[in-house]
């Protein structure tokens, strides 16, 4: 099954609250989506399916450097995203079916991704990867130094694809998790902006389009 990532609508609050309640049943208060939405300190992602008929193309073959005028992968998609969003506010067509969201929180120089969720059929295809891949994107853009976020210290599978993006623990908070009190770790990426990082980052975004296919990737 294909998905997209686009940025989050109004009308996908009552879905984005069940996934929220699916995935951390004991969160309280909930998450006031529609407020976040109306934030510019905020932003909302979430990935959709796509039906099979409305498949991208399969990407165009990289050119040599310096003949690319668009930058290309998830940053010309972003980009795209962000030059058609206000078109496709005022053209949108019935909601699609979300099957997860990540939500970042802008201060100062530093994105915190505040929640990343998936429904729970939908685990296993690489979800979770695509929204922190998306929200580190997004970070990039809005030009901020490092991407933050807490884990609980028992979520090891968690802990494992944040590692691979470049977060290093940084810290502990005590008792963090309002329903067992559960210590969290601080985990935080090297400056976003390094020649080294980027590197980094679109190797395994390579990767990931190579092992889940071009449609997963398109943020259009």
């Known amino acids: 099954m294909p998905y997209a990532i686009r ?3 109004e009308e996908d609050v009552p879905q984005l609250a069940e996934i929220e309640k699916e995935a951390f049943p004991t969160n309280w ?6 407020r ?6 905020i932003s909302l992602l979430v990935v959709y399916t796509l039906p099979e008929e409305d498949n991208p193309p399969p990407p165009e073959p990289d050119l040599p450097a310096g003949d690319a ?3 290309r992968g998830l ?5 795209r995203i962000f030059r058609g969003r206000n078109h496709r506010q005022a053209n949108r067509g019935p909601a699609e079916f979300i099957a997860g969201y990540v939500s970042t929180s802008y201060m100062t ?5 505040t929640g990343i969720a998936v429904r729970g059929l939908h685990r296993g295809n690489g979800l979770g990867e695509l929204l922190l891949m998306s929200a580190i994107e997004l970070a990039m853009r809005k030009n901020s130094r490092v991407v933050t976020l ?24 005590k008792g963090y998790y309002t329903d067992n009190h559960e210590d969290a ?36």
């Not at 208060?29 to 529609?34: D, K």
């Not at 976040?36 to 300190?41: A, G, I, P, V, Y």
């Open 69 to 71: 005028e668009q930058p």
């Open 7 to 9: 940025f989050a609508r």
């Open 185 to 220: 770790y601080i985990m935080t990426t090297a400056p976003i902006s390094s020649l080294e990082y980027g590197e980094k980052f679109r190797t395994l975004e390579q990767s990931y389009r190579q092992r889940r296919g071009y449609a997963a990737i398109s943020l259009g």
């Open 29 to 34: 208060p909930a998450t006031p989506f529609r």
């Open 109 to 113: 120089d530093e994105a915190h991704v």
């Open 75 to 79: 940053a010309g998609l972003l980009a």
């Open 36 to 41: 976040d939405l109306s934030r510019e300190s």
């Open 150 to 173: 807490e884990v609980r210290v028992s979520n090891r599978v968690a802990q494992s694809l944040y590692t691979k993006y470049g977060f290093n623990q940084a810290g502990l908070r």
